[in-house]
């Protein structure tokens, strides 16, 4: 019999998944970047690394005011969240070389938003052979590389 083993994933087994508020806004006020895996922020967006990420490396870049649509952004915050974009793509490249990305944004419940009341935009490397049996037999998807681990590997290439 094979074994899986993911031994980070019993923090989000243990945790209070109640959290009051927005992720995204309590991560940007808490002042503790690390902890709360946000990588880079700028006037009017942060890059924050998706803690149930796709792959290895995913990340979502926000902005910094809490809105439920891109047509609510200013022309300058729009300018700052693809400035970001850019960079965390360019990071990505740099630290993990992947043969491809998946781009894009949920926008409402029944489009798949997780988060569906504050706009974010998914960053997820892709390498060819990505996908395996596990995600087609098991529905699981396995990740390759411990999120503080590839935190440490981002933040330090985007700084």
């Known amino acids: 019999m094979e074994r899986l083993w993911a031994p ?3 923090g989000y087994i243990l945790s209070d998944k ?7 806004c309590n991560a940007l006020k ?4 690390e902890e709360k895996l946000i990588l880079y922020r700028s006037k009017h967006s942060f890059i924050i690394m998706n803690l149930y990420p796709y792959n290895a490396g995913h990340i979502m870049v926000v902005p910094n005011r809490h809105l439920s ?3 609510e952004l200013t022309n300058e915050e729009q300018l700052d969240l693809f400035k970001l974009v850019n960079l965390g793509i360019k990071t990505i490249q ?3 070389k992947p043969d491809g990305f998946n781009l894009g944004m949920n926008l409402g419940k029944t489009a798949g938003a997780g988060i569906d009341d504050h706009i974010h935009i998914h960053i997820v490397p892709r390498w060819n052979g ?3 049996f596990m995600s087609t037999v098991s529905d699981t998807k396995v990740i ?4 503080k ?3 440490n590997k981002l933040r330090g290439a985007i700084e």
């Open 8 to 10: 980070w994933r019993i």
């Open 18 to 24: 109640k959290e009051r508020g927005c992720i995204f």
């Open 30 to 33: 808490a002042n503790n970047d």
């Open 69 to 71: 649509s891109p047509l």
């Open 94 to 96: 740099k630290v993990m």
């Open 130 to 132: 990505d996908t395996n």
């Open 144 to 147: 390759s590389e411990a999120l």
């Open 149 to 151: 681990e590839t935190y």
